[in-house]
């Protein structure tokens, strides 16, 4: 059985970013696995996306860095956008 690399980068990027989207913010306020799990599938659906559109700004070999990074923070700020706008057990009265 072999992993594809760009999984496994993926993986990496992903986790990188969730990390600073966490230290910028200072906590993840209990959405870190939803966090997670979009970065991740962020950047492999953004180095798929740049690769097949030809964009290739900084690459690590075929891997598309820049556009795994953008899509990554793209999924970051979708899930971070639907905890703000979803309901919140504390607000109950």
């Keep these: 059985m072999s ?3 760009s ?3 993926s993986v990496l990027v992903g986790l990188f970013h969730a ?3 966490v230290a ?3 906590s ?3 959405r870190l696995p939803a966090l997670v799990a979009a970065a991740i599938l962020g950047a492999w659906a953004g180095d798929a996306i ?3 559109l030809g964009i290739g ?3 690590l ?4 860095l820049v556009g795994a990074s953008v899509v990554a923070w793209l999924g970051i700020a979708i899930v971070s956008v639907i905890a703000v706008l979803g309901p919140n057990p504390e607000r109950r009265t």
Excluded: H, K, Q, W
């Design 3 to 5: 992993i594809e690399p």
């Design 7 to 9: 999984l496994v980068l």
């Design 19 to 21: 990390a600073v989207s």
């Design 24 to 26: 910028i913010r200072g």
């Design 28 to 30: 993840a306020g209990g």
């Design 50 to 52: 740049f690769g097949r």
């Design 57 to 59: 700004i900084v690459t």
């Design 61 to 64: 070999g075929d891997y598309n």
